[in-house]
């Protein structure tokens, strides 16, 4: 694939222009196929926030005046101009994350979705209509913008993460900033000429390229943003937490997870099989709800563990549309989970698959790693608890339906989860024991959809849920209203 959907120079968008940083500093993005440079982004700072907060404040009552109804028509032709433009955005998707052009273009589809659901809301935008406890007296509550939405998205699904947010904040009518990742820059950026293009006002939404640290942290820190909504690092997620926290603005945080696939000892062998390879090695291992914890039955264990030997073994590892996995986004990302891997096994677990770097003729320079599968890693190790966001999975024993449950919940993170059993008794009272947000029976542990809400407990986020029609409450706020009549005056 050629690099003609990726500008040399990948800017800012502020009101509705493409800007350099404002320092005229650049990073670079590379490549993670190949580990070649694949453009140049700015390198904003608080200078750059600034002007975006200031151009967003500009623009948002005018963009909250229009009737919801309104916003989410502007809204649908966004989607539809992304509908229209779907082969060129996935394939800047494929460049930037060197996952196949048949995924990009499947998330991109996903992206379109989440926009049509989204433009919907306007037809409804609920309050409520109530009764009062004085006569002659209505309640009722509306819902309004919060203002200027700071949105701070990760790499790893990038139209979809982008979409996930711009949508709900916009459709609130707040104007919006997104803080682009800086892996994945052009995404964004086209998203927002898409937008511009299909009648989004000038200065409703802004996208702010650089680095996390930099340009990440001057939106977080920028008075002037009203709500902020970030998905990444629980790290991360406490620092935006805290420092947003001393305005007392609005934070929604989406963040890791180490989700655990749970397999009975009478699932369907072949289907919990198949469910765990997706869950832990489609797109790389590089999902929130990605299964990194597989906890199967004494009973099952060997022929399980065969039988996921053999069907990892044959994934094809690429940037094709015939591959099933591609590299990880960047190479500080793999050298992390290398070092994790070699961590583990000095503290006695077993790698029983993959879990190095390849550096074959058809590999060399990229990203790569060989999925891996991990054995014997106790229950405390960095392995079993951290975040790796990676191709690695881990594999443990439990002796029964208790134990299963007992390690699931032994985790600080609590986002998705998933059972394979044929025994709706013993489906149900997983469902309603195992600490999550998100939960299947006989099916993987990731997966969203645009009507559905998304989130976890414990530290995998902070109460708030993306998307469905619970992101309404992240992106607007109530007013109480009362009317007193007068019968004397009718």
Known sequence: ???????????????????????????????PADGSVLCQLARSDSDDANLAVKTARTAQPAWEALTPVRRGAILHEVAMGLRARREEMARTVALETGKSFKEALGETDGAIALGLFYAGEGQRFFGRTTTSGAANKQAMTLRQACGVAGLIVAANTPIANVAWKAFPALICGNAAIMKAAEDTPATALLFAKIAHEAGLPAGAFNVLQGLGREAGAALVENE?????????????????????GKRLAKVSLELGGKNALVVCDDADLGNAVRWTVLSAFSNAGQRCASASRVIVFDAMYDEFKTQLIEKTKALRIGPGDGDDLGPVINERQ????????????????????????????????????????????????????????GPITNLYRAADFDQAIAIANHSPYGLTA?????????AWRFIRE??????????????????????????????????????????????????????EQC
């Open 1 to 31: 694939m050629t690099n003609d959907h990726i500008p040399e120079n990948v800017l800012n968008w502020i009101g509705g222009e493409e800007r350099p940083a404002i320092s005229l500093k650049w990073a670079d993005k590379h490549n």
């Open 224 to 244: 002037g943003v009203d709500v902020i909504s970030f998905t990444g690092s629980t790290a991360a997620g406490r620092w935006i937490a805290e420092t947003a």
């Open 334 to 389: 793999l050298n992390n989970m290398l070092a994790a891997i070699d961590d583990a096994t000095h503290r006695g677990a077993a790698v029983a698959l993959g879990g190095e770097r390849l550096t074959d003729d058809a590999h060399r320079g990229g990203y790569y790693m060989a999925p891996a599968i991990i054995e014997n890693a106790a229950l405390d190790d960095e392995i079993s608890i951290r975040e790796l966001f």
């Open 418 to 426: 998933s059972i394979h059993t044929k025994n709706l008794h013993r």
């Open 434 to 487: 195992v600490k999550t947000g998100v939960v299947s029976v006989n099916a993987g542990t990731h997966g969203s959809e645009p009507h559905m809400p998304f989130g976890g407990v414990k530290q995998s986020g902070n109460g708030w849920r993306e998307p469905g029609p619970e992101a309404i409450e992240v992106y607007s706020e109530l007013k109480d209203v009362y009317i007193t009549i007068d019968p």
